[in-house]
């Protein structure tokens, strides 16, 4: 994920113009994981952002309503345009590349700040602990698409617990982050889906 990922917010198909609702959001996101990346969580104001993103600080607080809400929300989208839902017609490789996109993000400054938000921040303030919560929701539901339709395709035993299989898949993948510092290689991230899919797969 390059340098440029923040760019990648204000990119729309030239077919579908954006709305002003949708350029607002795209703007106050860009400007919120800008201000994330250079000060940090604490330093961020809803002032600071409505100056960089150029709205009028009240249309902040009358979407996002707190400052966790709109970090959380700026966090998902990103991770929309940067780490998209795949659907390549196959669950191994979809979580394959769902696996590297989130490995090449950990190589990025922004990644630093995520996981500050992530880890420090929602234990500090309850506020940002649900915002988080919120945020991995989402995120859990694009990977459950991605094993229904696994299932569908029969590529995948049916499985009650598909929050648990995730947890096998991204738990170690985390965890082998911690340890070495970095991402995983597309080798490693292979293995681990493929050690995390092979009790499931028809």
Known sequence: MSKNALHKLEATPME???GRSERVGKAVA???LELLRETGYADITFEKIADRAGVNRATLYRRWQSKPRLVASAMLEFMHVNAPTPNTGSVQTDLVELMTELSDF????LSASFMQ???VEARKDPEVGEAVR?????RFEFTREILKRGIERKELTPIDNLDGLIDQTFGPFYLLSLRTGAG???TEVEQLVDRALAPHLC
């Open 16 to 18: 579908r113009p954006l």
């Open 30 to 32: 860009k400007a919120t």
């Open 106 to 109: 950990m190589e990025t400054p």
């Open 117 to 119: 938000v992530m880890g």
């Open 134 to 138: 919120d945020f991995w929701e989402q």
């Open 184 to 186: 995983p290689s597309k």
